[in-house]
T-cell receptor
Framework: GENVEQHPSTLSVQEGDSAVIKCTYSDSASNYFPWYKQELGKRPQLIIDIRSNVGEKKDQRIAVTLNKTAKHFSLHITETQPEDSAVYFC??????????FGSGTKLNVKP | EAGVVQSPRYKIIEKKQPVAFWCNPI?????LYWYLQNLGQGPELLIRYENEEAVDDSQLPKDRFSAERLKGVDSTLKIQPAELGDSAVYLCASSPGQSPDTQYFGPGTRLTVL
């Protein structure tokens, strides 16, 4: 099956700085890669996703890049704000069936 | 549009007791997932339904866990008997069953087994 690894496990940045979270996957057939944000005690919420036919996708301060050859994808958050503080999960899926999640990155944005 | 609804939100039981969790997916969503999330970890799939059919239950510990999705809408996940190691958050998610087919999570049920 698929194996998704996520790094770093914790990330602390100053407000206004950028944050980058990286994930690798093992199954080259995976073709859909969502990112979820989970605030303490709340449900995971989709913040951005990318499909395997696209190399990069951007939504305001959030962007995701995908390198299919290297089998890794990254989340980029620019101009971080304290409300960006949360746990972020990456996931990989083949044809939207089974989703495999990374272990999460706890992002702390210091004001 | 209402989101995925789960109940109860919190449950505390003693080991060896039974427990059940309920999930109401987003209206019209054919696919329903149950996940287990341990503290500090990502969700792990327990079972996936397409309508009323369980299409992937390979990660469900069938000796103590069971699930059903009667009529292809609401779903119930049961543990009997519960063990200390079952303490976790149980997340339900649903997706529309068409492209794009991402999933939407419920708030989860936090289970504590004493």
């Amino acid at each position: 099956g698929e194996n998704v690894e996520q790094h770093p496990s914790t990330l602390s940045v100053q407000e206004g700085d950028s944050a980058v979270i990286k994930c690798t996957y093992s199954d080259s057939a995976s073709n859909y890669f969502p990112w979820y944000k989970q605030e303490l005690g709340k449900r995971p919420q989709l913040i951005i996703d990318i499909r395997s036919n696209v190399g990069e996708k951007k939504d305001q301060r959030i962007a995701v890049t995908l390198n299919k050859t290297a089998k890794h994808f990254s989340l980029h958050i620019t101009e971080t704000q304290p409300e960006d503080s949360a746990v972020y999960f990456c996931a990989a899926s083949k044809n939207f069936n089974k989703f495999y999640f990374g272990s999460g990155t706890k992002l702390n944005v210091k004001p | 549009e209402a989101g995925v609804v789960q109940s109860p939100r919190y449950k505390i039981i003693e080991k060896k007791q039974p427990v059940a969790f309920w999930c109401n997916p987003i209206s019209g969503h054919n696919t329903l997932y149950w996940y287990l999330q341990n503290l500090g970890q990502g969700p792990e799939l327990l079972i996936r339904y397409e309508n009323e059919e369980a299409v992937d239950d390979s990660q469900l510990p069938k000796d103590r866990f069971s699930a059903e999705r009667l009529k292809g809408v609401d779903s119930t996940l049961k543990i009997q008997p519960a063990e200390l190691g079952d303490s976790a958050v149980y997340l339900c998610a649903s997706s529309p069953g068409q492209s794009p087919d991402t999933q939407y999570f419920g708030p989860g049920t936090r289970l504590t087994v004493l």
